[in-house]
C-alpha cells in the first residue's frame, strides 16, 4: 500500500520569502511519480510540479522547486519569493502503475 | 479546450436518497478517478476505471457506485447506504505512466450536502 505523510498541518511565510513544505511517502513499487498539486480556496486542483522517480535530478518550475532524496522516500517542495497568490492548501501526492495517493495537505499561509 | 467537467456544482441530498454526480472529459484519457474530500482528510480514492466497462474499488467504496459506458463519462452514484455523504467531491483522469508530461487532471468538483 502506498502512504504519503505532509507532516506541517500550516505553514506561514513572508511575501518575497522562501519556505518548503515537506513530505515523505512509502510505496513497494519502483516506479513511480511524485507531484505537488495546489489547491486555493476555490478549490480547484491545480499542478505545481512533478517528478519523476527515475530520474535523479530535482525538478523545477519558476519558483517552485523539489528535493527528492529517493533513498530516504522524501520529497520537499521549495517556494522562493512567496506571492500573496502563493496562499493554499498544499498536497503531495505519490502516483504509482494505477493510482494516486495523496497526502493531508499543508496550508500554507503569506503575509504581506 | 480539453478538460474535466463536473456537475452539479452543489448537490443537496435528502436522508434515503440515491444521487449521481457527473463526470465527463475530453482529453481522451482512458483513466478516470473519483476522490472524496474531507476537512483534515486529504483526498481518498473512492472508485477508478482504467478502461471503458472496468473499474476497481479504491479506499472508501462502500456506500458508492459507478459504471463506465462510455470512455469520456463516469457517473458516481451516492447511494442510501452512504451513511456520512457530506463532501466535496473530485473526478479526475489521467493519461497512463510514461506519457509526456504525466499527471492527473481534475474537475472543479461537486459540494454535496445532506438536508
Known amino acids: 500500500a502506498q502512504t504519503v505523510t505532509q507532516s506541517q498541518p500550516e505553514m506561514s511565510v513572508q511575501e518575497a520569502e522562501t519556505v518548503t513544505l515537506s513530505c515523505t511517502y512509502d510505496t513497494s513499487e519502483s516506479d513511480y511519480y511524485l507531484f505537488w498539486y495546489k489547491q486555493p480556496p476555490s478549490r480547484q486542483m491545480i499542478l505545481v510540479i512533478r517528478?519523476?522517480?527515475?530520474?535523479?535530478q530535482n525538478a523545477t518550475e519558476n519558483r517552485f522547486s523539489v528535493n527528492f532524496q529517493k533513498a530516504a522516500k522524501s520529497f520537499s517542495l521549495k517556494i522562493s519569493d512567496s506571492q500573496l497568490g502563493d496562499a493554499a492548501m498544499y498536497f503531495c501526492a505519490q502516483a504509482g502503475y494505477s493510482t494516486l495517493t495523496f497526502g493531508k495537505g499543508t496550508m500554507l499561509l503569506v503575509s504581506p | 479546450d480539453g478538460g474535466i467537467t463536473q456537475s452539479p456544482k452543489y448537490l443537496f441530498r435528502k436522508e434515503g436518497q440515491n444521487v449521481t454526480l457527473s463526470c465527463e472529459q475530453n482529453?481522451?484519457?482512458?483513466?478516470m478517478y473519483w476522490y472524496r474530500q474531507d476537512p483534515g482528510q486529504g483526498l481518498r480514492l473512492i472508485y477508478y476505471s482504467q478502461i471503458v466497462n472496468d473499474f476497481q474499488k479504491g479506499d472508501i467504496a462502500e456506500g458508492y457506485s459507478v459504471s463506465r459506458e462510455k470512455k469520456e463519462s463516469f457517473p458516481l452514484t451516492v447511494t442510501s447506504a452512504q451513511k456520512n455523504p457530506t463532501a466535496f467531491y473530485l473526478c479526475a483522469s489521467s493519461p497512463p505512466p510514461g506519457t509526456q508530461d504525466y499527471g492527473y487532471t481534475f474537475g472543479s468538483g461537486t459540494r454535496l450536502t445532506v438536508v
Open positions: 482529453l481522451n484519457h482512458d483513466a
Open positions: 517528478q519523476e522517480a527515475y530520474k535523479q
